[in-house]
Structure formats: structure tokens, C-alpha cells
């Protein structure tokens, strides 16, 4: 991996040509559903970008009373990232042929269960509870190789995913308002510490050993000449 350049992700052995994108946004800030205006992750970029979904009253009820698990939501549903498929690769130019040329990205939730999470309305205290407030990736990456020429090599990735209680807006005496609700996305790169060692290999053998026959019959035996005479 070189800094600045897309993260190398795929879904089984389809790479994406575009890396991982997340969050996509309108020009004005607000959450898109598209591809359109989402930001690449680029290895070794901290990054926190964010975007707003805005609900009518009648709108914010009625999407809390759907009860949407936190797994279907818009901005989780934008990443296209599955449990069981989605990895990342050790290095810039894994083949996605080889398996220890990726790992698997871990999806983190609250309570380590989306399907548990589903958005509830309350008609008394009119919160919406368990709406998606965050997504948050963390990439564990280390140098091997030549301490000269070191190779960043990414040895772990998750995705964490954060929950929160929305109370709708209100104006002025009680009347109901838009209720905006904020989104926020994260990347973190990580670098684990590792202990360089000298390392020098055996001379190489020039040439290997030779069964007893191998020059044969170019060679053959001495014998002392015998002569007699008559």
C-alpha cells in the first residue's frame, strides 16, 4: 500500500474498482442514497465526514414505526458490505485468487446483533429509538519487509457501527417541526509496532551434491596397467 491511494476491497473474488466508499452525500450535505458524492478511503488518511437525513413530523413517525433494523438502514445499506464476503487486502496488489492475500472485514454493532436493533417509536416521549448515528472503520496495518524499504501490509479491519435515541424537534408550544437527524462516518489506520531483526541467509550451495555415477561413462575407475611377456 502506498499513503493516498484507494484500499483494495472485495466482495468474494470480485474486486471493486473504486476501493471503499463511504457516506454519500448532496452538494448541500444531505444523506444520499446513490453512489454519487460518496468519499474513497485512502490508506493512511484519517478521515470524518458527515450528513443529515431531515423528517417531517409525520415522515420521522412514520420511519420510526417502520421498525427498520439497523442492518437495512440507508447509510448502512450504502457500503454494500455483507458478513460473510466483504475483505480487504493484505497488500495494494492482492490477487484475489490467493486467500492470505485478504481479510475478512468484521461489521461491529451495539449488543453484537443488528437484527436485534430495530428503530421504535415512542408516542409518549416522541423518540425514535436505535437510528444509525455512526459508521466507523478501523484499519490495523504494519510494515514487513527491509527495514530499508518497508511494506505496509494490513493485518486486520473492522467496521463499527453506533446507535442513538433521536427526540423529535418541537417549536413553540409543543407544535411539531422537521426533525434533522446526523450521520457521521469515520477511518482510522492504526499502526502496530513491529521488531526488526537481522536476517542473513545461508551462502548458497553452487553445486548441489552429485550421486557417485553422474560423470559416468566420461570417467571410469583407475586400474594399474599390467603388461607380461611371452
Known amino acids: 500500500y502506498q499513503r493516498g491511494l484507494p484500499l483494495l476491497v472485495a466482495e468474494g473474488q470480485s474486486i471493486r474498482t473504486d476501493g471503499l466508499r463511504m457516506l454519500p452525500r448532496t452538494p448541500v450535505g444531505g444523506c444520499s442514497s446513490g453512489p454519487g458524492g460518496a468519499t474513497t478511503v485512502n490508506f493512511g488518511e484519517d478521515m470524518a465526514l458527515s450528513c443529515t437525513y431531515t423528517y417531517s ?49 468484521l461489521l461491529r454493532y451495539p449488543q453484537n446483533d443488528a437484527a436485534q436493533l430495530v428503530t421504535s417509536w415512542s408516542s409518549s416521549s416522541y423518540e425514535c429509538s436505535n437510528v444509525l448515528s455512526g459508521v466507523h472503520l478501523r484499519v490495523l496495518y504494519t510494515d514487513v519487509g527491509s527495514t530499508s524499504a ?7 479491519a473492522e467496521v463499527l457501527f453506533t446507535e442513538r435515541t433521536v427526540a423529535a424537534a418541537r417549536n413553540a408550544l409543543g407544535l411539531a417541526a422537521s426533525t434533522t437527524v446526523t450521520i457521521t462516518a469515520t477511518a482510522t489506520f492504526a499502526k502496530l509496532d513491529s521488531e526488526s531483526f537481522e536476517f542473513i541467509p545461508p551462502a548458497p550451495q553452487l553445486i548441489p551434491p552429485l550421486p557417485h555415477d553422474f ?16
Open 150 to 156: 518497508p511494506v505496509s501490509k494490513v493485518v486486520g
Open 215 to 230: 560423470f559416468y561413462p566420461f570417467t571410469a575407475p583407475y586400474t594399474a596397467e599390467t603388461t607380461s611377456a611371452v
Open 57 to 105: 413530523a409525520a415522515e420521522f413517525e412514520a420511519m420510526c414505526s417502520a421498525g427498520t433494523a439497523l442492518s437495512s438502514q440507508p447509510a448502512f445499506a450504502t457500503l454494500n458490505m455483507s458478513e460473510t464476503s466483504s475483505l480487504m487486502g493484505v497488500f495494494g496488489d492482492s490477487h484475489p485468487s490467493i486467500d492470505t492475500d485478504w481479510v475478512p472485514i
